[in-house]
């Protein structure tokens, strides 16, 4: 890193220390400056971008350092009034670590800038384009101190802001987009990721290097690598907005804008707003299985309904869902329906299966067992001419299920596993579950099946309380993720229990389990219950597997 003769000068005091540093000197090598907290003077830089509370300039005498940021944020409302781009200044200024919230990593920048000097003007603003001018975003890991997996436990082990370590831009994505804080830069080909939210910031990829890349032209998280290449484009600093109907695969004109700091993520914020230049046409296609009617073809969907009521606007959409994505499978797995306060879900599933029979002549049955109180639970949807209820026993909401050896009854079905409560509920009185919702479980016969099989509905906890991957705080706190190894351990063990009675049993486990597939609450369900990820089975590549 290039210095300079004031940083040589003995006996100095420690406002000329701090004095006509370059911005890669304040920036560091480093998360954190290492003149946090101090003032500078005569910080000269050519303006490359203006937003609404600050400017953003770059130095003019740049040293050779991949992860020192040669651009800075100068934070004041005013500070930009009677500047331009293009403009070379100098300025006073305080060097501040500003966050929002304690979760997310701090950004460095000048605040309560004084004595602004311009020195010339009319330069040329010329941004860094991604991946030429500076290195490639890595595409596996985030930080040194995830210790290789975002997801490994324990979580929150160590904060960046307190170990702030040395950056290396070229294995770590954090460290890569750290280190251009600041500076303008262009994306060359990008394209969405993923759908915006409602104020049109959207996940893109440039013409990098990525991994995962799926043939819907998203990125496909797996175990120890969750995409760190990914970039958030966010609010235009002209003050136009960005479109919010991007799809997943929608190509955009090249975008130039600033590397920050926002709400826990690293973000570039545009000059303007992004131009949608190719409209995917990679949809998600229907599902090819069609149910058949019998028993060697049994076809089984899965969809969490997600707030739904009887009045909801977007019912008669679920209902089609149903009908042209999953085609009308034999049986469903679902979550129903809206918290207010009714127990019974009884008006919601008969408006759902109602649309459903109304649109594609499908009649539908229902299965549930009713919460003590509130209204979110699992329930089945079936086909009742092809699957039914083996040996039925409606449980209650604070009845236990429990797995029982058959009995022959002398039609072909002696020594299958049965269910005291069918459909049942799982261990619901146990810690594991509180404010969770608990599992249902089902025994069904097919149509001329000489066994049963049996399902397992899930809804695990949700990753409430769980921490940006661009956040401080590392690994991330990935939400309740106790509650879940402690429910995958309750569910699993309970599958355990038929297939020790039966191993040829046919069980599936189904539902939202609110985790990863190569996440740790994962792991111990497939371990306890000796269940296998049917993508797995299936031998789908890995970037095509929903996460």
Known sequence: MKTTP??????????????????????????????????????????????????????????????????????????????????????????????????????????????????????????????????????????????????GLPNGVANISVVNPVLDPTQYGLDFWESLSGELVTIKKPQAIKTPNKYGDTWVVGDWATT?????????????????????????????????????????????????????????????AVKTTTFSSAAVPPTTFLSQGKCTAVTVGSYN???????????????????????????????????DGVVSANATLTALVNSIKTLSGVTYSFADVDPPGG???????????????YQPNQGGP????????GKGNGKGLGGAPTLTFNPGRIEPANEAWKDS????????????AKRPFYTVNVHWSSKGGGTSLHG???????????????????????????????????????????????VQPMKTFSAVSKMVDLDEVTKIPIEERYT
């Not at 501040?96 to 040329?124: C, D, F, M």
């Not at 149903?322 to 809206?338: F, G, N, R, S």
């Not at 979110?376 to 699957?387: D, G, H, K, S, W």
Request: aromatic share 8%.
């Open 6 to 151: 004031v940083l040589c000068v003995a006996l100095a005091s420690l406002q000329s220390l701090a004095a006509a540093l370059t911005i890669a000197e304040i920036n560091g090598n480093k998360f954190l400056s290492p003149y946090s907290g101090k003032s500078v003077t005569n910080v000269t830089g050519l303006v490359i971008a203006k937003g609404p509370s600050g400017i953003f300039i770059r130095s003019t005498t740049p040293d050779d350092d991949k992860a020192t940021s040669e651009s800075i944020y100068v934070y004041g409302t005013s500070v930009g009034a009677n500047l331009a781009v293009g403009d070379v200044i100098t300025l006073d200024g305080k060097v501040t670590e500003y966050r929002s919230n304690a979760a997310y990593i701090y950004l460095t920048e000048i605040t309560s800038p004084k004595n602004v000097q311009v020195l010339s003007s009319g330069n040329t603003v010329t941004p860094l384009v991604i991946g030429k001018d500076t290195l490639s975003p890595p595409t596996v890991q985030y930080t040194s101190l995830d210790g290789g997996d975002i997801y």
């Open 212 to 272: 995962g890349r799926n043939k819907h032209s998203g990125l496909t998280m797996s175990d120890k690598d969750s995409n760190p290449e990914a970039i958030i484009i966010g609010t235009p600093l002209d003050g136009t907005k960005n479109p919010t109907t991007a799809k997943m695969g929608d190509e955009f004109e090249d975008i130039t804008g600033v590397v920050q700091q926002v709400f826990g993520f690293y973000y570039i914020l545009p000059l303007t």
């Open 305 to 339: 309904v997600e707030n739904l009521a009887p009045t909801s606007a977007h019912l008669p959409k679920v209902a089609a869902h149903i009908i042209d994505y999953l085609k009308t499978p034999d049986l469903m797995t679902t979550a129903v329906p809206t918290d």
């Open 375 to 389: 209204n979110i639970r699992q329930a089945y949807l079936y086909r009742p001419e092809v699957v039914s209820l």
């Open 398 to 405: 604070n009845d236990a299920t429990a797995v029982v050896p």
């Open 437 to 448: 919702r608990k599992p249902l479980v089902a025994a069904w016969r097919a149509k001329g």
């Open 472 to 518: 401080d705080i590392r690994p991330p706190i990935n939400g309740v993720v106790a509650g879940r190894i402690a429910q995958a351990n309750v569910t699993g063990s309970f599958i355990a229990q038929i297939l020790a009675l039966d191993p040829t049993a046919k069980v599936i486990a189904a539902g939202d389990f609110n985790e990863f597939a190569f």
